[in-house]
């Protein structure tokens, strides 16, 4: 059975950083292509990030441009968060599809919490 995993998630203050990672059970990552999302209570699902299968192409949200940066090897895919606001709080999932244009039905993780606050 395909399965996602997240790791890394937890309590920062504004401005301070966090290392998301999701990693795979039961396939191996290097086939398909990863995005991150996050849900914020009450607010709508939100793509924050993808990375092609080749690592070639990355794509990001525009309010997290310049402040995340992911990237991949052959086991995980992380997601650099940098400058972190109040606002990014929100559960952040990884998901994998074939391309980053997508429809992430099928496969994601479980999320970890991300909460940003003093």
């Known amino acids: 059975q395909l399965q996602l995993v997240e790791s890394g998630g937890g309590l920062v203050q504004p401005g301070g950083s966090l290392r998301l990672s999701c990693a795979a059970s039961?396939?191996?990552?290097?086939?398909?292509?990863i995005g991150w999302f996050r849900q914020a209570p009450g607010k709508e699902r939100e793509a924050v990030s993808c990375?092609?299968?080749?690592?070639?192409e990355t794509t990001y949200a525009d309010s997290v441009k310049g402040r995340f940066t992911i990237s991949r090897n052959s086991a995980n895919v992380f997601l650099q968060m940098n400058s972190l606001k109040p606002e990014d709080t929100a559960v952040y999932y990884c998901?994998?599809?074939?391309?980053?244009?997508?429809?992430?039905?099928?496969?994601w993780g479980q999320g970890t919490q991300v909460t940003v606050s003093s």
């Open positions: 039961g396939f191996t990552l290097d086939a398909y292509a």
């Open positions: 990375i092609s299968h080749t690592g070639g």
């Open positions: 998901a994998a599809d074939y391309y980053c244009s997508g429809s992430f039905a099928d496969y």
